[in-house]
């Protein structure tokens, strides 16, 4: 199974700071995708990214929140002034094929905890 | 109506039970259904496409029902291994392709 990767694992963070969490794609994927699992809730789906813009997203992904590609392989999911809800376990996921919409693998996840 | 829903569960049932699944979707546009299941606090992992003629792997059975707007996995002969929650996905139907939802999850426990 492709493998796509995340740090960090487990981030810990005060009200009002930023994160960056990164993840590394499979590659050579022009689509990637970002989403959020607050604890016993269900996956959300927060951002899809094709071809370095954004080419859908959520009600939840609002200014707070931004997506970048800042080199070739890595995308990063910035939280600008984080927010008690923001806890939650951040998953990256790329599609089994070079078309979005396919099957999904998903990274391991980071665990975002806001104090 | 939630746009995708499912029986959060518990589903108990002993090694050997053959137990079943369903999940109903709002948007009659969505193109790609999908079954994956996730382990406590990981992350989720693709079980099987779901297709209108149905498709099988093993153990594991997986129909469509577009007209219903309705989607079912079948597990046979369940393992212990298969404790864990299952998750329903569907993709398209929104202003783009790529609009992903997913279910609530409905949690199996298998029970020797």
């Known amino acids: 199974e492709p493998e796509v990767t995340q740090t960090p694992s487990h981030q810990v963070t005060q009200m009002g700071q930023e994160v960056i969490l990164r993840c590394v794609p499979i590659s050579n994927h022009l689509y990637f995708y970002w989403y959020r699992q607050i604890l016993g809730q269900k996956v959300e789906f927060l951002v899809s990214f094709y071809n370095n813009e954004i080419s859908e997203k959520s009600e939840i992904f609002d200014d707070q929140f931004s997506v970048e590609r800042p080199d070739g392989s890595n995308f990063t999911l910035k939280i600008r002034s984080t927010k008690l809800e923001d806890s939650a376990m951040y998953f990256c996921a790329s599609p089994g094929g070079v078309r979005g919409g396919e099957t999904q693998y998903f990274g391991p996840g980071t665990r975002l905890l806001v104090l | 109506r939630k746009e995708v829903e499912q029986d959060p569960g518990p589903f108990n049932v002993p090694e050997g039970a053959t137990v079943a699944f369903n999940c109903t979707y709002s948007?009659?546009?969505?193109?790609?259904f999908f079954w994956y299941r996730q382990d406590c606090r990981k992350e989720p992992k693709l079980l099987m496409s779901v297709y209108s003629s149905g498709n099988e792997d093993g153990r594991f059975t997986a129909q469509l029902n577009r007209a219903s707007q309705y989607i079912s996995l079948l597990i046979r002969d369940s393992k212990l291994s298969d404790s864990a929650t299952y998750l329903c996905v569907v993709i398209g139907g929104g202003g783009g392709y790529q609009k992903v939802t997913f279910g609530t999850g409905t949690k199996l426990q298998v029970i020797p």
């Open positions: 948007n009659s546009a969505s193109q790609s």
